[in-house]
């Protein structure tokens, strides 16, 4: 499966059949400090992802006035 991520930008092949917390944990990646979209949508750590799946993760990123 493709995995496309940011900060720095780049793209993975990792094997299919594992869930989102497992990608997160095998990229050495912090749940909370990351969104997982898969094919466009949202997902949520316990997702299973499929070989044929596209997955982007961003940096969850915070800001404002203060």
């Known amino acids: 499966m493709l995995v ?4 720095p930008k780049r793209e993975v092949e990792m ?3 594992q869930t989102v917390n497992r990608l997160l944990d ?3 990646l912090v749940r909370e400090s990351h969104l997982v979209i898969c094919n ?3 997902v949520p750590g316990d997702a ?5 799946d596209v997955i982007e993760i961003r940096p969850v990123i915070s800001g404002g006035a203060s």
């Open 40 to 42: 466009g949508t949202l």
């Open 26 to 28: 095998d990229l050495d």
């Open 4 to 7: 496309k991520m940011r900060n």
């Open 48 to 52: 299973r992802l499929a070989d044929d």
């Open 15 to 17: 094997p299919a059949g």
